[in-house]
């Protein structure tokens, strides 16, 4: 445990998580600064004049200002790293590029199920440090865990789940090395007390094992038992292994397999990440606005066999989407592609055989009735956008809960 009582400590960062830092390190006696580029453009001069620095994520860890402090004495450290270092219970981490939310919440729901004492935490629930005095003994701790975080984190979760590594975050590591580097901080510093849950189907996670003490546990989709793969609410392939990596966990644990089986079969998802909205006379709807890249909405789409109707388009981040539209041009069942915003007609440029309608900037309500009307019945319609939402919405939060009004809306009318 650090001495936080008298020092004079700079939070980097006031976004949620300095925030909460400031919170608790007053709480201790520390005599606080904050520093903000949103205050100060000027934020990181003289940094060597405190005794600590606390690192929100969002901030890089290897600055040369920062770099330049740590070699004049100063210590750097982070939420995540006081956090690890203060807590009583016992925690799980989930790292990986894409799934960690959904995960994590899976395996906080199969704990909460069997009345274990469970708190959801990291990027997704509530801000750690403030939950520290509520932590006991019996208390797990389930966390989403960033490349951010992870960069110097010099502690590892009691139990560490690494689900598949792509790419992702470029604009903030200065290459792939040092972000799969960064994620490789969940497992390295375990002991043999500890578990290491990794994804065996790829190379990148596959290359954590051994890098800690932890007891190894691989897991895939492939080898998941089909109890835990049958009437699933939560739809595709991807999500298999998402569903694998919480059962792996539960099973460490020492949860009732009759426990987990229940849990993951009501499991619906989590909001915006191919959640099931509704069924109206027999078409259902899918909101997947968190799919912001043409990654997410290939998934989303492949998770289907029934007619589809896909809602593509938004603001423009430039991205590449020959990958999508051969996907989609490879899919008999996907039937009509309704484009809208700014990059709707890039997205659709050169569609063969499909229904192709460009709806451009309309409301949210007109999109969902034509896409009503021109689905079948027995068929699906999906919001999986494949690009931000900028150009018609607030965030892809407000666009998925415009979509969700808009079904509501429609079923009302019937």
């Not at 008298?6 to 006696?29: C, I, P, T």
């Not at 001069?45 to 200002?65: A, C, N, T």
């Not at 089909?226 to 609410?233: E, I, M, R, V």
Request: proline content about 3%.
């Amino acid at each position: 445990m650090t001495n936080f009582k008298n020092k004079n400590v700079a939070v980097l960062g006031y976004g949620l998580e300095g925030q909460d830092a400031e919170k608790f390190l007053k709480s201790q006696g520390a005599k606080v600064t904050i520093l903000d580029r949103k205050f100060n453009e000027h934020y990181l001069r003289e940094l060597s004049k405190y005794d600590i620095i606390v690192r929100s994520p969002g901030v890089y860890r290897f600055l040369p200002e920062i770099v330049e402090a740590e070699k004049k004495g100063v210590k750097i450290t982070s939420p995540i790293n006081i956090f690890f270092k203060e807590c009583k219970g016992k925690i799980i981490g989930v790292t990986g590029t894409k799934g960690k939310g959904t995960t994590s919440t899976l395996i906080y729901e199969i704990l909460k199920a069997d009345n274990r004492e469970v708190i959801l935490s990291g990027n997704i629930g509530k801000p750690y440090l403030e939950l520290l005095p509520k932590i006991t003994n019996d208390s797990w701790v389930v966390m989403e865990m960033s490349s951010f975080q992870l960069i110097d984190l010099d502690i590892s979760p009691h139990i560490s789940v690494v689900l598949n590594i792509t790419l992702d975050h470029m604009d903030w590591h200065k290459d792939r090395q040092e972000y799969v580097n960064a994620k490789k901080n969940i497992v390295s510093h375990q002991n043999s007390n500890d578990f290491a849950i990794i994804n065996s189907e790829y190379e990148t996670p596959k290359s954590f094992e051994g890098l800690g003490k932890g007891k190894l546990i691989e897991f895939s989709k492939q080898n998941l038992e089909s109890k835990f793969k049958k009437d699933l609410l939560l739809r595709g392939e991807h999500n298999l292994e998402n569903i694998a990596a919480a059962v792996a966990v539960a099973k460490v644990v020492g949860i009732n397999e009759d426990t987990i089986s229940n849990v993951v079969k009501e499991f619906k998802g989590l909001e915006h990440r191919l959640e099931l909205v509704d069924t109206i006379n027999d078409v259902t709807f899918y909101n997947d606005s968190f799919a912001t890249g043409p990654q997410p909405t290939i998934a989303a789409i492949n998770s289907f066999c029934e007619p589809e109707t896909i809602i593509l388009g938004g603001s423009d981040k430039g991205l590449d989407y020959k990958e999508l539209r051969e996907e989609i041009e490879k899919r008999e069942n996907i039937k009509n592609i309704i484009l809208i915003g700014e990059i709707g007609t890039k997205i659709g440029e050169g569609l063969r055989n499909k229904n192709v309608i460009n709806l451009g900037k309309i409301s949210m309500i007109e999109i969902v009735k034509k896409a009503y009307e021109i689905t079948p019945k027995g068929g699906v319609v999906i919001l999986s956008p494949a690009a931000a939402s900028f150009d018609m919405f607030k965030n892809y939060k407000d666009r998925g809960l415009q979509f969700k009004k808009a079904v509501e809306k429609i079923k009302n009318e019937q």
